[in-house]
């Protein structure tokens, strides 16, 4: 797994690969943890590694299926209080979960937000929640590529907090941890834009 995305030509391979990038970033970050270290909390902050790669899921899976769908068609958003319960639970990795479970789930959404990035029409309208007070008032709607770019930041964002917990576990650092998963990689879905034929 390099540690540069590979070079790009066009906006949708930059798309492309700059999410596949991050998203292969969890999967380094985790390599060689145990449930109980994935769940640990050692820094001063209530995030741990387990709970960074179930947000990463949830997070993708709330952006991609808004994008997946229709501007007149999105799904209904949540009350307010019921959308901070969610995003609390994504956000801890319960005792009942393990770090191979979680690390599934987001193999899995990786591979559903990639081939939306290489399908949709990046100029399609979404729809924005309208009920949560982190996005600018009056906007109703943005487009699929407002919406890859948003999780890119997000899952940039969450991948160096979970270095810094993961160096906080066992001193170990990403260069590091990318040389292992390199070695180790049993099915290529650690980096993911390396497949046959790309």
Same mark, same amino acid.
């Not at 790669?53 to 209904?76: E, L, N, Y």
């Given at each position: 797994m390099p540690a540069l995305a590979p070079p790009v030509a066009d906006e949708r391979s930059a798309l492309r690969e700059f999410?596949?990038?991050?998203?292969?970033?969890?999967?380094? @970050?985790?390599?060689? &943890?145990? *449930? =109980?270290?994935?769940?640990?909390?050692?820094?001063?902050?209530?995030?741990?590694? /387990?709970? $960074?790669?179930?947000?990463?899921?949830?997070?993708?899976?709330?952006?991609?299926?808004?994008?997946?769908?229709?501007?007149?068609?999105?799904?209904?958003?949540?009350?307010?209080?019921? @959308?901070?319960?969610? &995003?609390? *639970? =994504?956000?801890?990795?319960?005792?009942?979960?393990?770090?191979?479970?979680?690390? /599934?789930? $987001?193999?899995?959404?990786?591979?559903k937000s990639l081939r939306l990035v290489e399908t949709a029409d990046l100029d399609a309208p979404v729809r924005l929640p309208q009920n949560v007070p982190w996005f600018q008032e009056n906007l109703r709607t943005t487009s699929v590529r407002w919406v890859i770019m948003q999780v890119i930041n997000e899952l940039a964002r969450h991948a160096g907090h979970a270095d810094i917990v993961r160096e906080s576990i066992d001193g170990a650092t990403m260069y590091e941890l990318i040389a292992a998963v390199e070695e180790w990689e049993p099915g290529g879905w650690v980096t993911p834009w390396r497949r046959p034929g790309r």
């Open positions: 999410l596949a990038y991050h998203q292969s970033a969890y999967f380094a @970050v985790s390599y060689g &943890l145990t *449930d =109980e270290q994935a769940r640990a909390t050692p820094t001063v902050s209530a995030l741990s590694i /387990g709970g $960074l790669v179930k947000h990463a899921t949830g997070m993708q899976r709330t952006w991609i299926t808004r994008a997946s769908a229709a501007a007149d068609a999105a799904p209904a958003d949540p009350p307010l209080p019921e @959308v901070a319960r969610r &995003l609390a *639970d =994504e956000h801890v990795m319960r005792p009942d979960e393990t770090l191979d479970g979680l690390l /599934g789930a $987001l193999r899995e959404q990786n591979e």
